[in-house]
């Protein structure tokens, strides 16, 4: 299996301008999951969904962030405008239920907002 | 979930065995151990998990004491490639609730 697959791995924008974030989950896999990970604040989760539907969304930060997950094998984040506070690595990692909730998570977005 | 607790940072030699303790003296009856590491510039890695037994698999092995306050991670034979920020998470399985908090770890450096 390929694994969690993110793109872009890297991204530099400008203030302002729309970001969007991909992840392809492990083909199977239920559970979806965003974090954001800084310095100053450590891997915090933002969302999770299961079997494509959002559960849990108290962690994303402000309006401008958003996530959608249209089917089982894709999901994006998107933060408009972004601003450069949002720079962080990105992780998305998926799991299944009946595979003991283990977590696997992909390489991560490094994102930079001038 | 509980709150766990370790020391921010710890040093191993290669080839010995890295004993990574983790204190989680509020955990309930229903919650699990976990850990997960975090190898420089990746994601996190699953390693182990337990509830009141010992565990092992083919990366580590976990030592939860009776009373369940406290663990151990062990790494029998660190490498180099053990160098990470490993992190122990107390995780109650099931309900609706799937968060996995992570704590600030501790950053286990392997030496030559």
């Known amino acids: 299996d390929a694994g969690v697959i993110q793109s872009p791995r890297h991204e530099v924008t400008e203030m302002g301008q729309e970001v969007t974030l991909r992840c392809k989950p492990i083909s199977g896999h239920d559970y979806l999951f965003w974090y954001r990970q800084t310095m100053m604040r450590g891997l915090e989760l933002l969302i999770y969904?299961?079997?494509?539907?959002?559960?849990?969304d108290s962690g994303m930060p402000e309006d401008r962030f958003s996530a959608k997950m249209p089917n089982a094998s894709f999901s994006t984040l998107k933060i408009q405008p972004s601003e450069p506070r949002d720079s962080a690595v990105y992780f998305c990692?998926?799991?299944?239920?009946?595979?003991?909730?283990?977590?696997?998570f992909g390489p991560g977005t490094r994102l930079t907002v001038l | 979930d509980a709150k766990t607790t370790q020391p921010p940072s710890m040093d191993c030699a290669e080839g010995r065995a890295a004993n990574l303790p983790c204190n989680h003296s509020?955990?309930?009856?229903?919650?699990?151990v976990y850990w997960y590491r975090q190898i420089h510039s990746q994601g996190p890695q699953y390693i182990i998990h337990g509830l009141k037994n010992n565990e092992t698999n083919e990366m580590a092995s976990l030592i939860i004491t009776e009373d369940r306050k406290s663990s151990t991670l062990i790494l029998p034979h660190a490498t180099l490639r053990d160098t990470a920020v490993y992190y122990c998470?107390?995780?109650?399985?099931?309900?609706?609730?799937?968060?996995?908090?992570f704590g600030k770890g501790t950053l286990l450096t392997v030496n030559p």
């Open positions: 990692a998926s799991s299944f239920w009946n595979g003991g909730d283990t977590q696997y």
């Open positions: 509020t955990i309930s009856g229903n919650e699990y």
């Open positions: 998470i107390a995780y109650y399985r099931g309900g609706s609730n799937y968060k996995l908090t």
């Open positions: 969904f299961n079997n494509n539907v959002p559960i849990d």
